[in-house]
């Protein structure tokens, strides 16, 4: 279905057709709490490229409490003062971008960069867990026919809170001042992040997000590309339908409609009219559910792909420092 600006009326009022499991703060509030105990064993060596004028290169490695071994990418900028950290997460299924693009972010905003591959995708980091289901649909099903804390996605929030207790030790980067980007699955990465961590979290630019409002999903027939595990694990294991309200809660805790109220910090949202991978009406679902200061940028003839104009946008967002945010947005 393609959406146009037309409908903005309803998708402005759309708040979400996935559930919400009843337990779902506590429930994080542990998952939160387990990766807050789990032993830090990590290590921070020289990148593939020597330091570069102001650049330093290096990668993270390190270890989930389930033996996967984890890598990320951090760049900082050469600074006789704190620097901003911004947490960049990539799109799925894949890996963090390279060097070069990671650096522009550094070197138009001045900010250290720490990347993550998530785990048993298209990178580095390696995925040591056992999960109860099948493996052949994609990461989104991974884990859901065991509990919910099996899930794929909770053992990479799992992750991303290690690497976060890891940046708090990082010398250099000033922790008033922590941001979070991505698109797709690396928007619905960054704004899972941004509320499981509202007191780091200063800012989070959100792009298209992934895993967002998943039995909407299902109900229009849109679980194809990225989503399309979702059709898969219901004609091979729910033929009939019996436990499609069972699926849904479980997926709900993973759904980023239901971290959006949880968000404390100024967002700046973007969406294509034309996506047909990641539906407008979806990353409505999200986008109203936030209670934060926000800003939704609409651009109705992109899709799912690269919107240089919100690239442009970014700049301006995460560099300015004053209440006067969305209205300087406007000049840009």
């Given at each position: 279905?393609?959406?146009?600006?037309?409908?903005?009326?309803?998708?402005?009022?759309?708040?979400?057709?996935?559930?919400?499991?009843?337990?779902?703060?506590?429930?994080?509030?542990?998952?939160?709490?387990?990766?807050?105990?789990?032993?830090?064993?990590?290590?921070l060596?020289?990148?593939?490229?020597?330091a570069?004028?102001?650049?330093?290169?290096?990668?993270?490695?390190?270890?989930?409490?389930?033996?996967?071994?984890?890598?990320?990418?951090?760049?900082r900028?050469?600074?006789?003062?704190?620097?901003?950290?911004?947490?960049?997460?990539?799109?799925?299924?894949g890996?963090?971008?390279?060097?070069?693009?990671?650096?522009?972010?550094?070197?138009?905003?001045?900010?250290?960069?720490?990347?993550?591959?998530?785990?048993?995708?298209g990178?580095?980091?390696?995925d040591?867990?056992?999960?109860?289901?099948?493996?052949?649909?994609?990461?989104?099903?991974?884990?859901?026919?065991?509990?919910?804390?099996?899930?794929?996605?909770?053992?990479?929030?799992?992750?991303?809170?290690?690497?976060?207790?890891?940046a708090?030790?990082?010398?250099?980067?000033?922790?008033?001042?922590?941001?979070?980007?991505?698109?797709?699955?690396?928007?619905?990465?960054?704004?899972?992040?941004?509320?499981?961590?509202?007191?780091?979290?200063?800012?989070?630019?959100?792009?298209?997000?992934f895993?967002?409002?998943?039995?909407?999903?299902?109900e229009?027939?849109?679980?194809?590309?990225?989503?399309?595990?979702?059709r898969?694990?219901?004609?091979?294991?729910?033929?009939?339908?019996?436990?499609?309200?069972?699926?849904?809660?479980?997926?709900?805790?993973?759904?980023?409609?239901?971290?959006?109220?949880?968000?404390?910090?100024?967002?700046?949202?973007?969406?294509?009219?034309?996506?047909?991978?990641?539906?407008?009406?979806?990353?409505?679902?999200?986008?109203?559910?936030?209670?934060?200061?926000?800003?939704?940028?609409?651009?109705?003839?992109?899709?799912h792909?690269e919107?240089?104009?919100?690239?442009?946008?970014?700049?301006?967002?995460?560099?300015?420092?004053?209440?006067?945010?969305?209205?300087?947005?406007?000049?840009?």
């Amino acid at each position: 279905m393609k959406w146009q600006p037309s409908d903005r009326a309803f998708l402005e009022s759309y708040r979400g057709t996935t559930p919400c499991p009843e337990d779902f703060a506590a429930f994080w509030a542990e998952r939160m709490a387990q990766a807050e105990r789990a032993p830090l064993e990590w290590e921070l060596t020289d990148g593939p490229f020597p330091a570069r004028g102001s650049v330093r290169y290096q990668e993270l490695h390190f270890r989930a409490p389930d033996g996967s071994r984890l890598y990320a990418k951090y760049i900082r900028p050469a600074s006789d003062q704190p620097v901003p950290l911004l947490l960049h997460f990539h799109g799925y299924p894949g890996a963090t971008r390279n060097w070069l693009e990671l650096t522009s972010y550094t070197a138009s905003m001045g900010v250290a960069m720490l990347a993550m591959d998530c785990r048993g995708q298209g990178g580095s980091s390696l995925d040591a867990a056992a999960y109860q289901s099948t493996r052949s649909s994609g990461n989104m099903i991974l884990g859901l026919d065991g509990p919910p804390e099996q899930l794929y996605y909770v053992k990479v929030h799992q992750d991303i809170a290690l690497m976060i207790r890891i940046a708090r030790q990082l010398p250099g980067l000033d922790l008033d001042r922590v941001y979070v980007n991505g698109g797709s699955q690396g928007g619905a990465l960054a704004l899972a992040t941004a509320a499981l961590h509202p007191d780091l979290i200063k800012k989070a630019g959100i792009q298209y997000p992934f895993l967002s409002d998943f039995q909407k999903v299902w109900e229009m027939d849109a679980d194809l590309i990225a989503y399309e595990g979702l059709r898969y694990y219901m004609r091979w294991f729910d033929p009939q339908g019996l436990r499609t309200g069972e699926i849904f809660r479980k997926l709900g805790y993973v759904d980023s409609i239901n971290f959006a109220p949880l968000i404390r910090c100024p967002v700046l949202f973007a969406t294509g009219f034309q996506d047909d991978i990641c539906p407008p009406v979806t990353q409505y679902a999200v986008y109203n559910r936030i209670a934060a200061p926000k800003r939704h940028l609409l651009y109705p003839d992109f899709a799912h792909e690269e919107i240089q104009a919100f690239d442009d946008r970014l700049i301006r967002f995460f560099c300015c420092p004053g209440s006067h945010l969305w209205e300087e947005e406007e000049h840009l």
